[in-house]
């Protein structure tokens, strides 16, 4: 049997399993198949020593929604808690606070299901796309055995969410980048068996921006794949390579979260566009975080100083880029975008749960609802029609 056939049919007896385990809180068994996926693509899991306490809190997932669902009492599981779709809402299990404590400078959130679920009912969230921030699986930046591990072990646990709740959660898949092959295979796997919604990128990868000759391959698998491909990409800590090492980037004292990360969405959307990446691989669509972050400030700069891709690349951001809200954005950001001509068909609806602070989201919610550039039909559009219009069935629910 190929391994093809192999990781099919585990797929296969995975699902089953996990719907018996859903329902028949028994799920001893989701382990030993997370495990024969992996073997099947030639990744070694153990390499992980935390392996056995995120594998746990794996099986937790399963075992937690099936008690729910036999309670059958929690409004956290209804439907009918609200309309809108969230693009940008992460997740932070246990296991990856603990290796990664501190995220852009300030320290990782803590975080559970049930809390997420009060969150997205208390802001009217119906569905969210989950994903892992930075660093993702770059937290061992040079060493492939370790990244590869980690990226399919990332991917296991989100679509353990999104397979516990699926009415209300889908998932990026992370990728093991730089390391192109594997990334590849990762892509395959999350997005064919595990049934992710796209895939995320960090704006940087070991201090390479996205449209580094090192990335094509990757780009153009992705790009030959059926159907209308999603990349989201997520600012993270600049960095460059100092002879053999990694270091932070941030020129100033302020924490790379707070202003960094917007400059760092700049950078590799310039870098995209001046490599031309955006240009050349027409079947994959972008969403980008915080508008944008600096980004809209410094397009005219960049695309007047090349005016033979200026038309080309306003086109590409004006369809099939899609731009969220996450942060205060649309207290008077949202107007450098919109100067550009962005449609507002283009612009949805990010939370950036649980890393933007709690006290700012009512506010940042409030701010699109009251914003004077839009019309209620633009507003509708940007809380759930626009992530629709790109996601389609992808979409949980």
């Known amino acids: 049997m190929s391994k093809m056939s192999i990781r099919l049919f585990l797929a296969i007896v995975a699902l089953s399993l996990w719907r018996v385990s859903v329902f028949a809180q028994d799920n001893n068994t989701i382990p030993d198949i997370i495990i024969a996926n992996a073997t099947a693509d030639n990744i070694d899991l153990s390499v992980l020593d935390f392996l056995p306490t995120a594998l746990e809190e794996i099986n937790m997932v399963y075992e937690n929604a099936s008690q729910v669902r036999k309670r059958d009492t929690s409004p956290l599981l209804s439907r009918q808690s609200g309309s809108l779709v969230d693009v940008h809402n992460h997740i932070v299990p246990d296991w990856y606070r603990a290796l990664v404590p501190v995220t852009g400078g300030n320290p990782t959130p803590s975080w559970n299901v049930n809390t997420a679920l009060s969150f997205m009912a208390s802001e009217g969230i119906g569905r969210s796309i989950l994903s892992f921030s930075a660093p993702g699986p770059n937290v061992f930046p040079g060493n492939q055995v370790v990244t590869i591990a980690l990226a399919r072990l990332m991917n296991e646990q989100s679509a353990a969410f999104a397979r516990a709740y699926p009415d209300k959660f889908t998932f990026y898949a992370v990728v093991p980048l730089p390391y192109a092959s594997a990334a590849i295979t990762e892509a395959q796997y999350a997005l064919g068996v595990l049934g992710a919604a796209g895939i995320i990128l960090t704006s940087n990868i070991e201090g390479m921006y996205l449209g580094n000759s090192q990335f094509q391959s990757f780009f153009s698998a992705i790009n030959q794949r059926s159907g209308k491909q999603i990349i989201f990409i997520h600012p993270t800590t600049p960095t460059m390579k100092c002879g053999n090492q990694l270091i932070e980037a941030n020129p100033t004292p302020y924490i790379s979260g707070s202003i960094e990360f917007y400059f760092e969405t700049a950078r590799t959307l310039e870098d995209l566009t001046l490599t031309q990446t955006l240009q050349q691989f027409t079947n994959i669509n972008y969403v980008i975080p915080h508008l944008g972050g600096a980004f809209p400030a410094v397009i005219d700069r960049m695309l007047k100083s090349v005016p033979t891709i200026y038309d080309s690349s306003m086109q590409i951001y004006s369809t099939r880029i899609w731009w969220d809200s996450a942060g205060p954005t649309y207290y008077h950001q949202i107007s450098g975008l919109l100067g550009y ?30 914003c004077p550039l839009l019309t209620a039909a633009d507003k509708t559009a940007i809380f759930s029609s626009n992530a629709v219009n790109l996601f389609g069935s992808k979409l949980p629910g």
């Open 341 to 370: 001509g962005i449609p507002k068909s283009q612009l949805v609806f990010g939370s950036d749960y649980p890393y933007a602070p709690l006290f700012t989201q009512a506010g940042s919610l409030a701010a699109i609802q009251n």
